[in-house]
């Protein structure tokens, strides 16, 4: 489980409180999804996952493991695999399988379990044969599925994604979205931000983020129940449709 407990995250800037006392578990293998109008602080709350950010007050803890503590930084990192909004910031080979095989390189790991992981990993987001391309080359869908795969291929038990839908045409979306539902259905944890409401609808959960504070939390169908505390905050409670 990942537990967060009154989190409290300010910028050096000088800026408003961005986390206000957060408290949130997240259970191993369910799927949480975050939403909350730009600028509530779900993406800092996200970088405290796998010790990106580190609290000013308050604690996260990773599978017994405190992100403050240096001595497991390393293995919260490789526990909670975090897909960026922009697939670019986080891809590093010069090569498909390169870039992939990154991330268990640097576990030391087998040539062996190196190549299987990469093969798997590509198998997995549809991308077989796709291995001697250069990254620069691809399409931005193609590049969301590589950033997946790269961070898959590390063996998390959580997986972190920022907004993977943006961006994307209505093929590339339900393409992200379909390998999502099968993470999870494997047993993967997924902590999901979303600005689509229909990307989140299949999720165990919804925690609403506000203000640097969790709002609402509960069932999709809960959650989207409070459609006038939606509205208030700028959200819309019913999904977009794609090619709007």
Known sequence: MIRVENLIYRYET?????LR?????????????????????????????NALLFPDAGTVCVDGMMSTDTSSIREIRR?????FQNPESQIVGMTVEEDV?????????????IRRRVDACLAMVGMTGFEKRAPHTLSGGEKRLLSIAGV??????????????????PAAKQRVLA?????????????????DMGDVAEADRVVVIDRGQVLLTGTPAEVFGE???????????LPERDGR
Request: glycine share 10%.
């Open 14 to 18: 000088g800026s408003p409180d961005c």
């Open 21 to 49: 006392g957060v408290t949130l578990d997240i259970a191993e293998g369910f799927h949480t999804a975050l939403i909350g109008p730009n600028g509530s602080g779900k993406t800092t709350l996200i970088k405290h996952l």
């Open 79 to 83: 526990r909670v695999g975090m897909v």
């Open 101 to 113: 095989a990154f991330g268990p390189e640097n576990l030391a790991l087998s040539s062996a379990e």
């Open 152 to 169: 898959v291929a590390m063996d998390p038990r959580y997986i972190v994604f920022d907004e993977p839908t943006a961006y994307l045409d």
């Open 179 to 195: 390998i999502i539902r099968r993470l999870n259905r494997e047993g993967m944890a997924i902590i999901h931000i979303a600005h």
């Open 227 to 237: 459609a006038e505390r939606l509205t208030a905050i700028g959200l819309n409670a």
